[in-house]
């Protein structure tokens, strides 16, 4: 009978994913109440104004952050077009690999609480945004090497192998011609007799 293979293929979900849908509300929840809490303790200590100043005081810093990268993000894109090569990502040392972590500090400093303040500024300060993205894509690179084929690790894989292959910007131009097909004659071929 086919609903005995319906219910075997029901309950061959993968073993983490059902503890994760129970685990990420009660995780948001505990947050919530942390950041409530921590900011009532502080209200009671230094007063509401403070507390009051320290938020808006990241909205405006978080907002600053996220359009200085940004703007970097946009500049680096419009360069390598008018360049006419493909945008490549930024050398991994000097500028710190990358716009994610620093658009994350900066969305992490414009949520109110001051425990995402704290996680924004450690997204922003270079060696722990160096720390944090190492341990991210050890991470990562571990879910995709356990991933399926077909699956969003797959498509990481691929990403990280073009990412270590950095072309040479050079463009090549031409036209692809399979041998399947027969060639048809395009009217502006110069080699065409007219």
């Not at 994610?100 to 922003?124: H, N």
């Amino acid at each position: 009978m086919t609903f005995g293979a319906q219910q075997q293929t029901l309950n061959s979900r993968p073993p983490g994913r059902g503890r994760a849908r129970r685990l990420v509300p009660l995780g948001v929840a505990v947050w919530a109440v942390l950041e409530i809490w921590l900011l009532v303790l502080v209200a009671g200590a230094a007063g509401g104004l403070t507390v009051f100043a320290l938020l808006a005081g990241g909205v405006v810093v978080g907002s600053y952050v996220i359009k200085r990268a940004g703007r970097r993000a946009w500049q680096r894109l419009s360069g390598s077009l008018q360049q006419g090569t493909a945008p490549q990502a930024p050398p991994r040392e000097g500028e710190g690999g990358g716009n994610a972590l620093t658009m994350l500090g900066g969305l992490l400093l414009m949520v109110p609480g001051l425990i995402s303040d704290v996680a924004g500024l450690l997204c922003l300060f270079p060696p722990t945004r160096a720390l944090i993205r190492r341990t991210a894509e050890r991470k990562l690179t571990g879910y995709a090497t356990q991933a399926a084929p077909g699956t969003l690790g797959d498509a990481f894989q691929q990403a990280q192998g073009a990412r270590m292959r950095q072309p040479d910007g050079k463009v090549v131009q031409g036209e692809v011609i399979r041998e399947d097909q027969p060639r048809t004659p395009r009217t502006d071929d110069p080699q065409l007799p007219r």
